[in-house]
């Protein structure tokens, strides 16, 4: 009797379960720093609280000028049975400039199964170039960041106008939060860094820090800690936000240290 084709079950491609894709990630990217510790979801207890019906990882690897900011997502198991659950998603984020780290990732989709349609409707006008595959039930997709940026800077009048809210003492949260986007949409330079860092100064921002620490700019992440010191006990969501971001600028400021 002929032996089952290892690459599929019944006609379809065999599951990834969370310890194949963990050892995917390792040959992918072995021999390549880590710039911030893993962040394991389910080992921390800090985290017990966060709710929702998955469990996530992350990882962030440097090189050169570059990060590759990797995360895995699985169902929620009781412990002991992480050896059987499938994950549902691997992701690889890249930011700044690594050639490497763009080859590296790319490794992650060879051997999939072109799956287009698996990207959100919602994503795929945001101007960020992806590769996206299926392998089993799990999406794996590489997301180039560094491939929406402006190209333009804003002419003063509408840079102004944009900066505004961001500038202002009396505009909500949920104004500084579309305000930034927006700004951060339409050009990214040292004057949109600046606006941004002057507002995290002043109030608790996790858009702005989101962008900041996308960009890589590390003079942000003491406003960041300050935040993350004062979440109230209980909110898990905001705790592990604001821990991803300070990993991610950890991260960021581990290039200018020696490996």
């Given at each position: 009797?002929?032996?089952?084709?290892?690459?599929?079950y019944n006609?379809r491609?065999?599951p990834?379960?969370?310890q194949?894709?963990?050892?995917?990630?390792?040959?992918?990217?072995?021999?390549?720093?880590?710039?911030?510790p893993?962040?394991?979801?389910?080992?921390?207890?800090?985290?017990?609280?966060?709710?929702?019906?998955?469990?996530?990882?992350y990882?962030?690897?440097?090189?050169?000028?570059?990060?590759?900011e990797?995360?895995?997502?699985?169902?929620?198991v009781?412990?002991?049975?992480?050896?059987?659950?499938?994950?549902?998603?691997?992701?690889?984020?890249?930011?700044?400039?690594?050639?490497?780290l763009?080859?590296?990732?790319?490794?992650?989709?060879?051997?999939?199964?072109?799956?287009?349609?698996?990207?959100?409707?919602?994503?795929?006008?945001?101007?960020?170039?992806?590769?996206?595959?299926?392998?089993?039930?799990?999406?794996?997709?590489?997301?180039?960041?560094?491939?929406?940026?402006?190209?333009?800077?804003?002419?003063?009048?509408?840079?102004?106008?944009?900066?505004?809210p961001?500038?202002?003492?009396?505009?909500?949260?949920?104004?500084?939060?579309?305000?930034?986007?927006?700004?951060a949409?339409?050009?990214?330079?040292?004057?949109?860094?600046?606006?941004l860092l002057?507002?995290?100064?002043?109030?608790?921002?996790?858009?702005?820090?989101r962008?900041?620490?996308?960009?890589?700019?590390v003079?942000?992440?003491?406003?960041?800690?300050?935040?993350?010191?004062?979440?109230?006990?209980?909110?898990?969501?905001?705790?592990?936000?604001?821990?991803?971001?300070?990993?991610?600028?950890?991260?960021?400021?581990?290039?200018?240290?020696?490996?």
């Amino acid at each position: 009797m002929e032996e089952p084709d290892a690459g599929a079950y019944n006609g379809r491609p065999l599951p990834m379960r969370l310890q194949e894709a963990q050892k995917l990630l390792d040959r992918c990217f072995t021999g390549t720093r880590e710039g911030a510790p893993r962040l394991h979801e389910p080992s921390d207890p800090r985290f017990a609280e966060r709710g929702g019906a998955v469990w996530l990882e992350y990882r962030w690897y440097v090189r050169e000028r570059g990060m590759a900011e990797v995360f895995l997502k699985w169902d929620r198991v009781p412990p002991g049975n992480e050896k059987t659950v499938e994950a549902t998603v691997l992701r690889t984020h890249l930011l700044g400039q690594s050639p490497m780290l763009s080859q590296r990732a790319l490794r992650t989709v060879e051997g999939g199964t072109p799956a287009p349609e698996r990207v959100l409707d919602v994503l795929k006008n945001d101007g960020i170039r992806r590769e996206c595959v299926a392998r089993g039930r799990t999406t794996v997709t590489v997301e180039h960041w560094e491939s929406r940026r402006p190209a333009a800077l804003l002419d003063e009048a509408r840079f102004a106008e944009l900066a505004s809210p961001l500038e202002s003492e009396d505009s909500t949260p949920d104004a500084r939060h579309e305000a930034v986007q927006r700004l951060a949409d339409a050009e990214r330079s040292p004057r949109v860094q600046d606006v941004l860092l002057r507002l995290v100064a002043r109030k608790p921002s996790l858009m702005a820090l989101r962008i900041l620490s996308e960009w890589g700019e590390v003079k942000a992440r003491e406003y960041l800690q300050r935040d993350l010191a004062a979440v109230p006990p209980g909110n898990a969501a905001d705790l592990w936000a604001l821990t991803a971001l300070d990993r991610r600028l950890e991260a960021w400021q581990s290039l200018a240290r020696p490996a």
